[in-house]
């Protein structure tokens, strides 16, 4: 069953997760973002859709600024040939379109496939802000509240670090 943001925003409450939403025009990638939502708190998180040669598939949440090398990560998630997935697996399993990728998508993943990436550097932020299934709007909530959130979806959880 593919969830709507109204039904996302319920599991939210339902979890005490406290939020806010921040409505915008379409955005698509962070400089988008950047020019088109500067009301949205910073700072801004990309997330990335991947797949491995062994047909394994993770979700990796990180700061914008975090310099995320896909050869690097692969070797320290031990996921050979880590590569963007192809926009069909993304439906799949995540029932959103390229733009609208968040954490907050894998209320979709009733099977838990999708393997969760998150940066470590985000857990040290004051809030941060995902799409809640539309590229029309940020949810901002804490990063503790996140992990409630990841926990409520029961995928698999790592932790990854970027830092030089």
Request: aromatic share 8%; glycine share 2%; hydrophobic share 45%.
């Amino acid at each position: 069953m593919k969830h709507t943001p109204d039904m996302l925003f319920e599991l939210l409450t339902r979890l005490a997760i406290k939020s806010t939403t921040y409505q915008h025009p379409p955005v698509n990638t962070i400089e988008e973002a950047l020019a088109l939502a500067p009301n949205v708190p910073q700072p801004w998180c990309k997330n990335l859709f991947l797949k491995d040669k062994n047909d394994a598939v993770y979700l990796l949440v990180a700061l914008a600024s975090s310099q995320v090398q896909l050869n690097a990560l692969a070797k320290q998630i031990n996921a050979p040939g880590l590569r963007f997935a192809p926009t069909d697996v993304l439906e799949t399993y995540l029932q959103v379109q390229p733009g609208e990728v968040s954490p907050f998508a894998l209320i979709n993943d009733q099977e838990h496939k999708v393997v969760v990436l998150i940066d470590e550097a985000l857990l040290a932020q004051v809030q941060v802000g995902f799409h809640p299934l539309t590229n029309t709007a940020t949810t901002v909530i804490t990063p503790h509240d996140l992990q409630t959130f990841l926990c409520a979806c029961g995928n698999p959880v790592h932790y990854v670090s970027f830092a030089h």
